[in-house]
């Protein structure tokens, strides 16, 4: 912190001024244009909407360097703050982010890593959650002096940058926990019978109880499974959860724990085909197919098949045309996969679950750690950024030693 309370005292010892963003940037939402999922041509160029890349299109309209802030949509995360995307190159933007241009005398780096941290909940609107324009543009920003924001960057982009080289180990795990699993399920040398995916046990689905009944909904604490829960390969719980009522009433199966999922309809299909084990009991929706395996077989033996042969089952299945990307639920159930003996399955399934522990766990390894450092990043981002408004740090003593040794 010592370079950062030099510079405050020598360019704003007696506090900064705010302004409105509009007035520390150019905002480019004149010129963005949406295409309809129809009409794009696949390409190179990233395509943006509120949540980051949606598509890759053959043209672009922007080249430079952006911040793009999420305007309609699921646009706030769950502290309050705005989706914020740091994108450069040749892109498109759809009319669903805010497009943020550098203007002289302001970092644009700065902007990116206030605007995170702005409590923009009391701004949205609508039935579809809006932060609009004229909100957007007014909100405050405390503007200290280009070398303070220059020190403010120095010091957050070392986190991130930390964090990004963790990320980028994470990935190489990854593709190396892939290349195993792919390597002892694809061509196993063990004998093994070839088995329809609908003769591995009973499939079911489920559907969306009434949201207009709210003792559907309410202080639920059922686990109800949507394409948006299946970011994790085994699932610890889920965004909503049900009621009783809505079981009983609402027509919901609960279905037992130790399942496989799948999606069959979701635009994730466009690219991946997400396979979840749940080990707890859970209701779904009509977007996901759910298995039980039969006797004889290991839940997490067909859990790491289908994620082997997910790819070839998305691509091979997937329907053409439609306004949502589905899957051809019955050539899913008639594609083949290899499964031997229990014995087997059970020596393959702890060597794969180890690996998946190292990559995906969030409590072990890399994941933890990445973990940890992005919310050590967000505590020293409140905190210089308050600091640089109020020149009042809220830093404790220890947290200001474990800094200053990082930034040294």
């Known amino acids: 912190m010592a370079k950062l309370e030099e510079l405050i005292q020598e360019f704003c010892p007696n506090g900064v001024e705010y302004r409105n963003l509009e007035n520390c940037c150019e905002i480019l939402d004149n010129k963005r244009k949406p295409v309809t999922k129809v009409a794009r041509e696949a390409g190179e160029y990233p395509y943006y909407g509120a949540n980051g890349i949606q598509d890759y299109v053959a043209d672009y309209i922007f080249d430079g360097t952006f911040v793009l802030v999420g305007e309609d949509g699921s646009v706030v995360t769950e502290q309050g703050t705005p989706i914020v995307t740091w994108a450069t190159g040749k892109m498109w933007v759809n009319n669903h982010a805010h497009i943020v241009a ?16 702005v409590n923009v909940k009391p701004l949205i609107h609508g039935n579809i959650p809006k932060l609009t324009g004229g909100d957007f543009r007014a909100i405050q920003i405390p503007v200290p002096p280009l070398p303070v924001q220059n020190e403010i960057v120095r010091i957050l982009d070392t986190f991130t940058d930390l964090t990004a080289e963790l990320a980028a180990e994470l990935a190489a795990r990854k593709k190396q926990y892939d290349y195993y699993r792919n390597l002892l399920l694809e061509h196993p040398k063990n004998k093994s019978s070839m088995v329809t995916i609908s003769e591995l046990g009973k499939w079911s689905g489920g559907k969306t109880p009434s949201t207009a009944n709210k003792e559907f909904w309410e202080n639920g604490t059922i686990p109800w499974i949507s394409s948006k829960d299946m970011k994790f ?12 009522k809505a079981l009983t009433e609402g027509g919901m199966t609960l279905l037992p724990e130790g399942t496989v999922a799948i999606v069959t309809r979701s635009g994730i299909l466009k690219h991946t085909f997400p396979v979840a084990y749940v080990p707890f009991r859970t209701t779904v929706n009509q977007d996901i197919k759910v298995l039980v395996v039969k ?24 329907k053409q045309g439609g306004t949502v990307d589905s899957l051809d639920f019955q050539k899913v159930l008639a ?14 399934v702890e060597v794969l679950d180890n690996f998946e522990a190292i990559c995906s766990d969030l409590k072990i390894g890399l994941p933890a750690e990445i973990e940890a450092r992005q919310k050590q990043y967000e505590s020293y981002r409140d905190a210089l950024l308050t600091y640089a408004a109020t020149g009042k740090t809220i830093l404790t003593d220890r947290q200001t030693d474990r800094q200053t040794s990082l930034m040294a």
């Open 102 to 117: 550098p203007k002289e005398g302001i970092s644009l780096r700065y902007l990116y890593h206030f605007i995170q941290t």
């Open 233 to 244: 390969p085994t699932l610890e719980d889920t965004e909503d959860h049900l009621t009783e």
């Open 295 to 318: 006797e004889g077989l290991s839940a997490r033996y067909v859990f790491h098949a289908l994620q082997t042969y997910g790819e070839d089952i998305r691509k091979s299945t997937k």
């Open 335 to 348: 594609y083949e996969i290899p499964v031997p003996a229990l014995d087997v399955q059970n020596r393959l």
